[in-house]
């Protein structure tokens, strides 16, 4: 019998790097672009059959071409769930003249942001701000960007990609005083991007040490979710837990996504497909 006490708080979904386009499947990197509509279907369906407070999706909607927004976000209207997104590099992957349209598309007013529900505050955060392809032409990020890639490259970083971004200065700092704030609110926090900052990967975000010295320095924090490296990872630094999804792109017929349920003492992760089921003890 289940005890009261172990009963979840709360349970959300999580869909990572869906890339939707209707091109052909790049055979190398096993993306099926086309198949995702699909996929998504199948992860949207069981949601629906499930108690859910919201949904969430990591970033990497669509791969290429802003009319992609047109046939994946309707199936996004079916879900009986509050639906939250962030965005990811691919979502950028648009005419220039498109690049300020984006975040809007997908109904955020903000591409960073917070919201509390059952005294946990989920941060968030726009991990593409800086960087050498979201920022509209000429404006002062795509310089910020272009000189952090050039001295992570002379140190010979792994994610010294281009396919790779960090949040501003700004941006840091907000991230910051969210956490505060929880904090004298009493609140447990997840942090949610779709970069990844632990164990160390090429994909990783450009700011990786300073995020990671931040959320491990706060017991309340209790994890870092992303998205971006489709193999997904997965670590924990003194109690804090960083957990990359896995992308549903990725194979022709099998699918990923994650049902994650909070309790007192732990959040499981019950996954889906390929991604796998998971119990991270709170500290």
């Known amino acids: 019998m289940t005890s009261f006490s172990d009963l979840p708080i709360l349970r959300f979904g999580v869909v990572a790097d869906p890339q939707y386009a209707a091109k052909e499947p790049h055979a190398g990197m096993d993306r099926h672009y086309g198949k995702s509509l699909a996929k998504l ?3 949207i369906e069981v949601f629906n059959g499930e108690d859910l407070s919201f949904v969430i999706t990591l970033g990497d909607i669509i791969d290429g071409d802003f009319e992609s927004f ?21 979502d950028f992957s648009v005419a220039a003249g498109r690049l300020a349209d984006v975040a809007g598309r997908v ?10 529900r059952k005294g946990w505050r989920f941060i968030i955060l726009n991990g593409n701000e800086v960087s050498t392809f979201a920022p509209p032409e000429g404006h002062p990020y795509r310089e910020i960007a272009a000189r952090r890639l050039a001295e992570l490259k002379a140190a010979g970083a792994i994610n010294a990609q281009d396919w790779n971004a960090m949040p501003s200065d700004e941006q840091f700092a907000w991230l910051s005083d969210q956490i505060k704030e929880a904090g004298a609110a009493g609140e447990g926090v997840i942090v949610m991007n779709h970069y990844p900052v632990y164990p160390p990967n090429e994909h990783d975000s450009w700011d990786r040490e300073r995020m990671i010295a931040l959320l491990t320095a706060h017991d309340h924090i209790a994890a870092y979710f992303s998205g971006h490296n489709h193999a997904g990872n997965f670590g924990t630094i003194e109690g804090c837990h960083f957990l990359n999804f896995k992308g549903m792109v990725d194979t022709e017929a099998e699918n990923t996504f994650a049902i994650v349920e909070i309790r007192a003492d732990r959040i499981d992760v019950r996954g889906f497909g390929r991604e796998d089921s998971r119990t991270l003890t709170l500290r």
Do not use: Q, R, T, W
């Open 41 to 43: 279907s199948e992860a």
């Open 70 to 90: 047109d046939d994946i976000l309707p199936l996004y209207d079916s879900l009986k769930h509050e639906n939250f997104f962030l965005l990811g590099n691919h």
């Open 107 to 116: 109904g955020l007013a903000s591409p960073c942001y917070s919201f509390v």
